[in-house]
């Protein structure tokens, strides 16, 4: 069962333009939402990440959207730029020390800024 | 302040043989989880680990075990090792007290099962 879902699988922007990648989750016990940046060959990088008692969290050219009601939250990247070329994860998580105290990753998105 | 180390890097092993690999947390993290990324399932969970004790697992097969030493640095061992144990081993550390303490992930350690 698949708890978190993530899409596009993949996503091509041009540089200078918005890259939107939505996450879905099914269990409310999760109360933590982090994304993480993966370039190859490296571990995952914890980019941003945000608590369901906010809507939103903006961090530099990264915003994270969060509806509650939906369950659902997305990564906006604003001025995307070759850099960001990556694969993202979203995540959720419990409360620590729990059965749901662990991270349960999206599939994934590979992000491409063309210059 | 130094990151997740995880050693070694990359391994290439026999079907059936075992593997350890090993990790460092960040200093003053009490809790390390381990992860198996493949390009099919994705960022799979392991187990994590608290204060020495197994605080959470996920659903492995008993091949996969692992242990935390009192300075809290972490090892995992795979047994009867199979071509589908080929992945990237991931662990991650925390704080772990409390919910919503930052994840930070290692390198990984790039297992090859031939």
């Known amino acids: 069962q698949q708890q978190v879902k993530q899409s596009p699988q993949s996503l091509i922007v041009q540089k200078g333009g918005i890259s939107i990648i939505n996450c879905a989750y099914e269990n409310t016990a999760f109360d933590y939402f982090p994304w993480y940046q993966q370039f190859p060959g490296k571990g995952p990088a914890l980019l941003i990440a945000i608590r369901p008692d906010v809507s939103e969290k903006k961090e530099g050219r990264f915003t994270i959207s969060f509806n509650k009601s939906a369950k659902q939250f997305s990564l906006h990247i604003m001025d995307s730029q070759p850099g960001d070329s990556a694969t993202y994860f979203c995540?959720?998580?419990?409360?620590?020390?729990?059965?749901?105290?662990?991270?349960?990753f999206g599939k994934g998105t590979k992000l491409s800024v063309k210059p | 302040k130094a990151g997740v180390t995880q050693t070694p890097r990359y391994l290439i092993k026999t079907r059936g043989q075992q593997v350890t690999l090993s990790c460092s947390p960040i200093s003053g993290h009490r809790s390390v989880s381990w992860y198996q990324q493949t390009p099919g399932q994705g960022l799979q969970f392991l187990f994590e680990y608290f204060s020495e004790t197994q605080r959470n697992k996920g659903n492995f097969p008993g091949r996969f075990s692992g242990r935390q030493f009192s300075n809290s640095r972490s090892e995992m061992n795979v047994s009867t090792l199979e071509l589908g144990d080929s992945a990237l081993y991931l662990c991650?550390?925390?704080?772990?007290?409390?919910?919503?303490?930052?994840?930070?992930f290692g390198e990984g350690s790039w297992l090859t099962v031939v």
């Open positions: 995540a959720a998580k419990g409360r620590s020390g729990g059965s749901q105290g662990n991270l349960i």
């Open positions: 991650a550390s925390s704080l772990g007290a409390t919910a919503g303490n930052t994840i930070y």
